[in-house]
């Protein structure tokens, strides 16, 4: 049966399915989701993968006395089965209360609008001839290129919901992802470079982006003679991308509930009202504004899309949840909680992450810095609770407030409170990372937007080499 | 790892142990001490203390003492190495090697594509970091402490008592 007509034809059965057995328990909804995507995978211009797939598969969550029971299908037959294994399951574990912030409930259905061309009117053939046109890039920049690798996925996602409140929502939405790397090596010194973009929108953002593919192998190349950085404290200034990774990474993981509802700890050094930056830093999450990678109208639980302020004139004013962290936490949900899909339970995750524009003009930043660093991109993260390193995708010294020598191997370390509190200045520039990608628990790869300008920060743990603090 | 004292045979003896009965089924393939992984970018080879391969093993040019693909790897450190320090990174090289560095084995497997976990498991003390692959190029985290704790893998589902990891590991011993 076609697909589109198989989720068509299962909405009037989830309806009834979701009446019959909705007064069982407290809240149950069913979420059902057709896909169809492709992935390729080239390395060394060699395709390793090259895949079209369609699924169709859902999953049901009931939840009784605060117990929730869960059960993931891949075929439509067993539909009414796994509802009653849910139903079943959240009231032999349920014995509290249900805590669930309530939402209006909704019957519409939104599409996700595309400014371009739909991947799925494109050939494989013809992405994959993007691949290898991106692939021979990289390989040409220079006999001292190892190898490269270039991936391209794309997937549209159709998503029916229906809960046991009356909410009937059909959206749908495409998502494109292209990874390009390049790997260096003279001798013993082996050096990388990469580049990663996305789009909700076009698959003509993927196309033209020569410039942007071949510099990941120039840096590569570049870093090759490049002397490392001396480790140290310095004054630094990031590029709009690190900040975008900071933002999201070292920030914006501790901003959902279900983190700190989890951790008292956590829950205490995030209070409301904690003052965390200067008076000109603002950050923000939010599926609500259009066009990023983290955009969409309904959360997996049917909340609304929001633009929620997490840090308002330096200040913690909000934090991310699902309806159970709301309502736990006597909050507003915010439309955040996501699954990657039907395998999974939502979770609190981010969406579009940003801190807002500044007013310092991008050169000022730099000015009076007498020793310092400029990074620009990332190469390669580690967190852990507060703490963070990001390894920069390049740098230069900067020396008497200009930008003096490239050097590598630098790597950003630091407290993500104290790094806000150490924010100088804001830069008047913006930038959208449409990389996405985010993981947790278990849901990697999910798309999100990250943005922001550039930032000067005093006081930055420097450090030569990436795992010199893990290690 | 080379030159073992007891106390690392020990651990590696538990972990070898725990590893194969908690996923050494058809998914997965534990193998111990000696298989080299190659780093095709790096054109060279390492030899984790234990590691874990999910499906097949996928070998380099057909080689079989060239494995491509472990999901995760364990190395038990030689020393007293210092934990997770922060005002490390700005130690210069000499300083960080006198308080005690690690091989630089995990800095290099992370290029791996399908490394997913990286354990790092002291023989002074009852504690393990494990690294998890968080996102494609970012590491998440976590350390267990104390002999009552538990490590559960970012893969495989295992759980891995530390009372099992350290049993009969004497900490009076010195290394």
């Known amino acids: 049966m076609d697909m589109v007509e198989a989720i068509d034809q299962a909405k009037t059965r989830v309806q009834e399915l979701c009446d019959r057995w909705g007064p069982r328990v407290d809240y149950l909804a069913i979420r059902l989701e057709q896909s169809e995507g492709t992935d390729i995978f080239l390395r060394g211009g060699q395709a390793e993968t090259l895949s079209e797939a369609i699924a169709i598969g859902g999953h049901v969550r009931a939840c009784y006395r605060g117990g929730w029971g869960f059960a993931s299908f891949n075929d439509l037959e067993s539909l009414a089965p796994c509802v009653e294994a849910a139903v079943a399951a959240a009231r032999l574990v349920g014995h509290d209360e249900t805590l669930l912030a309530p939402v209006a409930p909704v019957q519409v259905t939104r599409r996700l609008p595309l400014t371009g061309t739909d991947p799925r009117q494109i050939s494989l053939a013809r992405k994959k001839a993007l691949c290898n046109h991106y692939a021979d890039l990289l390989q040409g920049i220079d006999h001292r290129i190892a190898t490269t690798s270039v991936r391209y996925n794309d997937v549209a996602q159709r998503v029916l919901l229906a809960t046991s409140e009356g909410t009937l929502i059909d959206q749908a939405w495409s998502d494109m992802e292209m990874r390009f790397a390049a790997t260096a090596r003279d001798g013993d010194t082996v050096q990388t470079g990469r580049e990663t973009t996305g789009s909700r929108k076009a698959y003509e953002d993927l196309e033209d982006l020569d410039d942007q593919v071949m510099g990941a192998a120039q840096r590569a190349v570049a870093a090759l003679d490049l002397p490392s950085v001396r480790g140290a404290a310095y004054d630094v200034v990031i590029d709009p991308i690190l900040t975008g990774l900071f933002v999201h990474e070292a920030f914006g993981h501790l901003s959902e509930a279900d983190m700190a509802y989890e951790n008292p700890d956590l829950l205490e050094s995030m209070s409301l009202g904690r003052r965390f930056g200067p008076d000109s830093l603002q950050i923000f999450d939010g599926a609500a504004p259009q066009g990023h990678r983290g955009s969409y109208f309904y959360d997996d639980e049917g909340t609304p899309a929001t633009t929620t302020q997490l840090i308002e004139n330096g200040v913690l004013v909000g934090r991310l949840h699902s309806r159970e962290t709301a309502g736990k936490l006597g909050e507003q949900p915010t439309g955040n909680a996501r699954c990657l899909n039907y395998h999974y339970s939502p979770l609190v995750r981010m969406t579009n992450t940003w801190i807002e524009r500044g007013t310092t003009p991008v050169d000022d930043l730099f000015a009076d810095i007498k020793e310092g660093v400029y990074a620009r991109n990332w190469l390669e993260g580690m967190t852990n609770g507060e703490m963070f390193t990001f390894t920069a995708g390049e740098a230069w010294m900067i020396r008497n407030g200009k930008l003096a020598e490239p050097v590598r191997d630098v790597t950003l370390s630091g407290n993500v409170f104290r790094t806000l509190a150490d924010i100088e200045a804001i830069g008047d520039d913006f930038y959208w990372d449409e990389s996405g990608g985010c993981g947790k628990g278990g849901q990697n790869g999910l798309p999100v937007g990250c943005g922001g300008p550039s930032l000067r920060i005093r006081n930055v743990v420097v450090g030569g080499e990436a795992e010199a603090e893990y290690e | ?175």
């Open chain 2, 1 to 175: 790892m080379s030159d073992s004292s007891v106390n690392q045979g020990r651990i590696l003896r538990n972990l070898m142990r725990l590893m194969d009965v908690t996923c050494g089924h058809s998914l997965y393939e534990v193998l111990p001490r000696g298989v080299q992984v190659w780093l095709p970018e790096q054109g060279k080879g390492v030899y984790p203390d234990l590691l874990v391969v999910a499906g097949e093993p996928l070998l380099h040019d057909g080689q079989d003492d060239k494995l491509l693909n472990p999901c995760v790897i364990f190395e038990i450190l030689s020393g007293p190495t210092p934990s997770y320090d922060p005002e490390a990174a700005m130690l210069p090289d000499s300083q960080r090697l006198a308080k005690g560095q690690r091989s630089g084995m995990f800095r290099r497997c992370r290029a791996i594509p399908y490394l997913q976990t990286y354990l790092f498991v002291h023989q002074t003390e009852a504690r393990v970091e494990q690294f998890y692959r968080a996102e494609e190029h970012l590491w998440g985290m976590t350390a267990q402490s104390g002999l009552d704790s538990v490590v559960e893998l970012a893969i495989t589902d295992a759980r891995l008592p530390m009372m099992d990891i350290y049993e009969q590991v004497d900490f009076s011993l010195l290394v």
